[in-house]
């Protein structure tokens, strides 16, 4: 999930995570909302965002979603597949920003 890349520059996007990290619930913070750092966790509520989770329906769609950090040792060996709709050259606009999601995970406290 590291080299997943976001449209945007890397400040841009730098200063959203942090309004984002400043959200918490008054009455009890242990409650959430919770901020990820690690990319998969935060591509993973990515996805959740866009996916009904809160039906029958979303859920399993979600408990299907596996995502990791670099290529686990079971799927070393597999054929790496390439989705052509959704490289950068074909959904980004030449000349305008973007960034890994890894160098914003470890500008917001991935220690990895």
């Keep these: 999930c590291e080299d997943i890349n ?3 520059s890397l400040f841009r996007n730098k200063l ?3 309004d ?21 966790r935060i ?10 989770h809160k039906t029958a329906r979303g859920l399993a ?3 299907r979603l596996k995502v990791f950090e670099g290529v686990p040792p079971q799927f070393q060996r597999s054929k790496r597949m390439v989705v052509p709709e959704a ?5 980004l606009a030449p000349g305008r920003k973007f960034c890994s999601l ?10 990895y």
């Design 6 to 8: 976001i449209s945007g």
């Design 16 to 18: 959203k995570y942090h």
């Design 20 to 40: 984002f990290l400043h959200k918490r619930t008054r009455t009890n913070p242990k409650k959430g909302p919770f901020h990820f750092r690690a990319p998969s």
């Design 43 to 52: 591509f993973y509520r990515v996805i959740r965002g866009m996916i009904p």
């Design 61 to 63: 769609a979600l408990t």
């Design 87 to 91: 490289l950068r050259v074909t959904r």
């Design 102 to 111: 890894g160098k914003l995970a470890a500008l917001v406290g991935w220690k």
